[in-house]
């Protein structure tokens, strides 16, 4: 079935009815016209315990004590209030949905103070989502680089928990996410036909050239972004696992403006690529946040193609700086009508209506 056929299926909310994963199906069938927000965050006390004990946390938050940083809770908190309040705001801003993820992965060393992480932060996305029924999903943290232990938690969060997909963090403990060692975890998330949201690990690409420079939180992502975008590119993901739905964060970083440059350069350093570079980022979807940037929002639409790009909003980090309304407000501002009917109300539905049908 071709795109609109799919698209006026669940707008009949047929979808809601034929798919088994009954959640997602009606999601996309009662609420297709509110906004689905495919990049917000949750923070979980317990879960951000366990990474602080393994040392793992946000860096670059340092020159203002009180500013915002998308781990500290207050608005971005998991307690009643804040969840309160998250509703009224999304009420506010047309949201309809939005899919929880968390800021950074349960990637630690000790496998059993990983697979604890990745838990509670499921059960915790679960939960939320039960307990506020359309208004949450929930994406699946796994306990990387333990990968079969990520597998056994996958299925978990899938299957018992009723999660909408994945999320992997760009980079772990140093390795991309891209790397061969990982591929077991794509197979199954593909056989699955998962969503994949990646992403970043919020490390500064572990260079001294960013982390020294204080850039690590503000530009940091954006190169993560580029980069992890770039290894999937150049390790022919998109190919090898073509019914995985893979998400990059923020408009893909950099990567809408390096394509031309991609596709003459890039097949003379590896020769078995799948596809021209520009081809290939076509088969990644984008999330829209970008601060409200009206020229990397044309950049990646003339790059990626309108029907590529979902909201996004990386909930609480932009409130310090605008109300959630405005964070889809630019995309109403800076697109042409149909592009940003796509953008904010059609093409989150085809992820997600196309995701109902997964396999168990
Ligand atoms: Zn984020």
New binding site residues.
């Given amino acids: 079935m071709n795109r609109r056929g799919i698209l006026s299926l669940a707008l009949g909310g047929g979808l809601a009815a034929a798919a088994p994963g009954g959640v997602l199906g009606a999601l996309v069938g009662s609420r297709l016209h509110g906004v689905v927000d495919v ?1 917000a ?1 949750v923070a979980i006390p317990a879960y951000l315990g366990l990474l602080a004990q393994g040392g793992v946390k946000a860096p670059g938050y340092a020159a203002q004590s009180s500013g915002p940083s ?1 781990t500290s809770g207050g608005k971005g908190g998991d307690d009643p209030v804040a969840m309160a309040q998250r509703v009224a705001l999304m009420d506010e801003a047309g949201v309809a949905t939005q899919i929880l ?1 968390q ?1 950074l992965g349960p990637y630690l060393g000790d496998s059993e103070a990983a697979i604890r992480a990745a838990r509670i932060a499921n059960d915790r996305h679960s939960a939320l989502a039960r307990d506020h029924p359309g208004r949450f999903l929930g994406l699946a943290a796994l306990p990387l680089p333990h990968v079969d232990s990520a597998l056994g938690e996958l299925r978990r969060a899938l299957d018992d928990l009723g999660l909408a997909g994945v999320a992997l963090h760009a980079s772990c403990l140093g390795t991309s996410i891209a790397d061969p060692r990982f591929a077991p975890l794509f197979a199954e998330m593909n056989r699955r036909r998962t969503i994949l949201f990646v ?2 690990s919020v490390n500064g690409l572990l260079s001294p050239l960013v982390l020294d420079w204080k850039l690590a939180a503000a530009a940091g ?1 954006l190169l993560e972004d580029s980069v992890v975008a770039l290894q999937m590119i150049a390790a022919n993901i998109p190919s090898l696992y073509p019914d995985l739905k893979i998400v990059i ?1 923020h408009l893909g970083g950099g990567l809408a403006s390096m394509l031309d440059r991609l596709d003459n350069q890039l097949p003379l350093a590896i020769e078995k690529l799948a596809g021209r570079p520009s081809e290939t980022a076509r088969r990644f979807w984008y999330d829209s ?1 970008s601060h409200g940037s009206a020229p990397a929002l044309h950049a990646a639409v003339e790059a990626f193609g309108a029907d590529r790009i979902v909201p996004g909003s ?1 909930f609480p ?1 932009l409130l310090a700086f605008e109300p959630y309304a405005r964070t889809f407000d630019y995309v109403r501002k800076a697109l042409r009508p149909a592009e940003a009917e796509l953008v904010l109300h059609q093409n989150a539905a085809m992820l997600l209506g196309r995701a109902a049908s997964r396999k168990s």
């Fill in positions: 990049h965050h998308p993820s800021t992403h970043p992502p964060p946040v990386d980090v």
